[in-house]
């Protein structure tokens, strides 16, 4: 089994920050004095904190693996905490203990058991400020590979895919403003050029469009499974888990830009191909940790039974 322990919690010190609220398509924008509520018509809701005097250690910020977001401080009058979520269908700002203000979510989603993560070796405090200014894909792609999963659906054929590091470079740059809030109209006069989003469609779907592009770099599914199809030269180790297929959910892991070890979770028999890296040509299947198992030549199909767990290793050449 593969699994993950990292926490993703992009956070700001800056005032006037911005990020989605997780599950929702309800934007916050918060400042040590105000926390705004921006809907996806461009309706607000203000809520003024009665806060005077000077606030220290002021931040925003967006916990995606528990979907809230934080506004906190500390003023004369000691430390405060803003906690900012969806839930049936409203978003609920509460503070102090027993305190809150609903409002009416206009598009929303329900959380999931789980959701595909990805990791790519980062281990740095998301500062995303700093995040923006280093814009190492790795860090990056961590945080957009969640969010991207946990925004209401989006249309992604109104906007372009991305294929490789400058294409993704230049949708960080000029496609999302503070913490990966996607913009209709990029930003101009930095010389890069992309799709502007017609008025029409929610710009939601710059972000589902990015999610889905990182998804092909690593994993991708037509008659056969398609492991690491296309990494970056940068991606030179990484885990991918809780992937959903159409027949099983699959967690993988590589080292030094090779495969290393896959997990299969099969949901009905199946027979199932694979293309690997083409420096491959087999590699080992068990059903558990201890049977020896058996050498598979890649372009053998196997059939994979429902309710057991196959591991995959010892990728040959």
């Known amino acids: 089994m593969i699994k993950l322990s990292q926490k993703i919690l992009p956070f700001s010190h800056k005032e006037g920050s911005k990020c989605i609220i997780p599950l929702s398509d309800y934007i916050v924008e918060a400042f040590p004095t105000l926390i705004s509520l921006i809907g996806p018509r461009g309706e607000r809701f203000d809520l003024n904190l009665n806060i005077v005097g000077r606030v220290d250690n002021f931040t925003l910020e967006q916990n995606l693996d528990k979907n809230f977001v934080n506004v906190f401080g500390r003023s004369k009058d000691g430390c405060f905490c803003f906690k900012i979520f969806h839930c049936n269908s409203e978003i609920t700002i509460e503070y102090k203990k027993n305190n809150c203000i609903t409002i009416p979510a206009t598009r929303s989603i329900e959380s999931k058991k789980s959701y595909e993560k990805l990791y790519l070796g980062v281990d740095k405090k998301l500062d995303w400020d700093l995040v923006i200014r280093r814009c190492n894909l790795a860090e990056i792609f961590q945080v957009l590979f969640l969010l991207g999963q946990k925004i209401p659906f989006a249309t992604v054929d109104k906007c372009s895919s991305y294929e490789n590091e400058d294409e993704f470079e230049s949708l960080i740059r000029a496609g999302f403003s503070d913490i990966l809030v996607p913009i209709s109209n990029y930003k101009r006069n930095l010389g890069i050029v992309l799709d502007d989003i017609p008025n029409t469609v929610s710009p939601l779907v ?112």
């Open 206 to 317: 710059r972000l589902k469009s990015a999610y889905l592009s990182i998804r092909r770099l690593f994993i991708f599914e037509d008659d056969k499974i398609h492991i690491l199809p296309n990494l970056f030269s940068q991606f030179h180790c990484g885990r991918l888990i809780d992937i959903e297929l159409k027949n099983c959910c699959i967690d993988f892991m590589w080292s030094k830009k090779k495969i290393k070890k896959i997990v299969i979770y099969p949901i009905k028999d199946s027979t199932f191909s694979f293309v690997f890296p083409k420096e491959i040509s087999s590699f080992r299947l068990r059903t558990n940790h201890i049977d020896r198992g058996k050498t598979i030549q890649c372009d053998d199909k196997i059939i994979l039974y429902k309710s057991k767990r196959y591991y995959l290793d010892k990728f040959q050449k």
